[in-house]
């Protein structure tokens, strides 16, 4: 596969799970049934696999390694922030309000991440202008 290919996967990868997190969310919030639905629980897993995959792959196409480029130190611990706000966020059992806190954090940090991988520097948008 070439690199262009690649790079258009992770990109629609990227774009599928923003908005797939972005509606369980709001579906949840709102007491929605679908989101405790099989679909709702196993295509995220699914799109979020083919996410990493690809970003994987995109790093071993460029021989970029987290040590050699700062900035991809910063997505990597990004999403690990992203991952531990996002499972608050959206598992029940939890005061709403922290829920829609973390969930609203992780979006937040789901802008810093691609907002790194844009600018190639782990300021992301915390840069000032």
């Known amino acids: 596969m070439d690199y262009a290919t690649l790079k258009i996967i992770h ?8 908005a797939g997190f972005l509606a369980r969310g709001l579906a949840a919030f709102s007491g929605a049934a679908w989101v405790r639905g099989r679909l709702a629980k196993t295509l995220p897993h699914v799109v979020d696999s083919v996410l990493l995959a690809s ?32 499972m608050l966020a959206l598992k029940p ?27 190639k520097d782990p300021r992301g948008f915390l840069i000032v202008a």
Do not use: D, E
Not at 94 to 117: E, G, N
């Open 11 to 18: 990109q629609s990868a990227v774009t599928l799970s923003a």
């Open 55 to 86: 970003a994987i792959g995109l790093a071993w196409m460029l021989r970029l390694t987290p040590a050699a480029a700062p900035w991809l130190s910063a997505k990597i611990i990004g999403l690990f922030v992203y991952i531990g706000l996002g």
């Open 93 to 119: 059992g939890r005061p709403p309000f922290v829920r829609v806190i973390a969930w609203v954090a992780a979006l937040v940090t789901f802008a810093y991440i691609v907002s790194v991988a844009i600018s």
